[in-house]
């Protein structure tokens, strides 16, 4: 008696187009830009640090990490105030380029 795995038709199909891919190009993103792009609310601001700190780090690099930060929150006319950590992570990290707008 022996039992065999049978892939479905659907995993079968995605295995081969994922063999393709990587046959041809080594990786997905090589040759490409791989980028994050993210903003966020006034009152949400000091709690991005960890985010932002799990895209810094991942196991392929970004080559960019953009953090869109208006200058007034248009929902409810709030201004922003830049958290004191986010000026030396980014000295820390070139990747990570804060863009007021």
């Known amino acids: 008696f022996r039992i065999e795995r049978e892939n479905s038709p659907r995993e079968t199909a995605m295995n081969r187009e994922m063999r393709l891919w990587v046959n041809r190009t080594g990786a997905p993103w090589d040759g ?10 006034p009152k949400r601001i000091a709690l991005i640090e960890p985010a932002i700190d799990s895209l810094l780090q991942q196991s392929r690099p970004l080559d960019a990490v953009y953090l869109f930060i208006p200058h007034v929150f248009k929902r409810d006319n709030s201004s922003y105030s830049l958290p004191a950590w986010l000026e030396p992570k980014q000295r820390q990290h070139r990747v990570l380029r804060v863009v007021r707008c």
Request: aromatic share 0%; proline share 0%.
């Open 32 to 41: 490409k830009r791989v980028v994050s792009a993210m903003t966020t609310t």
